[in-house]
């Protein structure tokens, strides 16, 4: 989809002064948000910052103090987890709630087989490499036991099976965690083919390089508040400094001396 018709396009969601109150503690204090077709919104924030409470609410596991969530313009209330699904928002939680002794096959459709009186296992079989293949996904085998895939084929197998529910928004909870530089390449391969294939991606990670190599947009949230949105071309001392609330501080001086010396050994050669 060409970038113009994605900003152009009314959003999917749209979230405006949503705000979470736990007792005492506010932690969403108007939140405004937007995800459109085919765009990949990364959500970014320090710890406390309110990501997961943000997760939370939009996948219906809690509910939101106030504020108004639209989908496809018209106002939704996400009070269950089903209904956030048949809304068409599916979540990949960070512990990927697979079954390890079962394959990626029986993984991919436990809860919704093709046929709920006699599993359908060819047919099952059949629609799971379709899958894989169009989103080019390195799985071994669909018969493979998930105890003997990789955190990315893990990751990979998660994110299909919620693909198959076909939403409109996916979101995924810092899906690259404790991955390895080949295996967080590989999943963030899988969330640009999410996205081409026209699903609004909501990524939630703690990672700056990830964020800017696929996101469209980065929504930072600092407190509970929006602190920010960026393109991918922020620099990490601008989204450091957003996180943060500070431009000047030893993350920000790190990645800022980083850049002078590949800067300046760039010049030498
Ligand atoms: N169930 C709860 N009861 C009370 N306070 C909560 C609850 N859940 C979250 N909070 C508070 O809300 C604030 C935001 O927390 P949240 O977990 O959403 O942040 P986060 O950005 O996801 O951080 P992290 O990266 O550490 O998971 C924090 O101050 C947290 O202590």
């Known amino acids: 989809m060409p970038a113009e018709a994605v900003g152009d396009s009314a959003p ?8 979470k109150v736990f007792g005492a503690v506010t932690a969403l204090d108007g939140i405004d948000l937007e995800v459109r077709r085919g765009e990949v919104v990364a959500l970014v924030g320090d710890n406390g910052a309110g990501k997961s409470t943000l997760v939370k609410i939009l996948s219906g596991v809690h509910s939101k103090t106030s504020g ?7 106002e939704v209330s996400i009070d269950t987890p089903g209904r956030a699904i048949d809304l068409g928002i599916a979540t990949v939680f960070q512990d990927l709630a697979l079954c390890e002794n079962l394959d990626v096959v029986a993984n991919l459709f436990l809860g919704q087989e093709v046929n709920a009186w006699r599993l359908n296992e060819v047919e099952m ?18 018969r493979e036991p998930i105890a003997s895939l990789s955190g990315g084929q893990r990751q990979t197998v ?23 530089v080949a295996q967080t390449a590989e999943v963030l391969n899988l969330v640009e083919r999410v996205r081409d ?7 939630i990670s703690h990672n700056m390089e990830d964020v800017r190599a696929v996101a469209d947009r980065i929504v930072v949230l600092r407190l509970g508040r929006n602190n920010g949105t960026f393109g991918p071309e922020a620099t990490q001392e601008e989204l450091v400094a957003a996180i943060t609330g500070a431009t ?19 010049e030498a050669r």
């Open 12 to 19: 999917i969601l749209k979230l405006s002064g949503v705000t």
């Open 68 to 74: 108004t969530i639209e989908f496809n313009g018209a």
């Open 125 to 142: 079989e059949v629609r799971a490499w379709k899958l894989l293949g169009e989103l080019a996904a390195r799985i071994p085998s669909v």
């Open 158 to 180: 998660a994110i299909c099976r919620s693909l198959l529910l076909d939403p409109e928004i996916i979101m995924l909870d810092e899906p690259t965690a404790a991955l390895g």
């Open 197 to 203: 294939r026209g699903h609004g991606v909501i990524l």
């Open 248 to 266: 000047d501080n030893s993350v920000s001086r790190r990645a800022g001396k980083r850049q002078d010396e590949t800067t300046a050994a760039g």
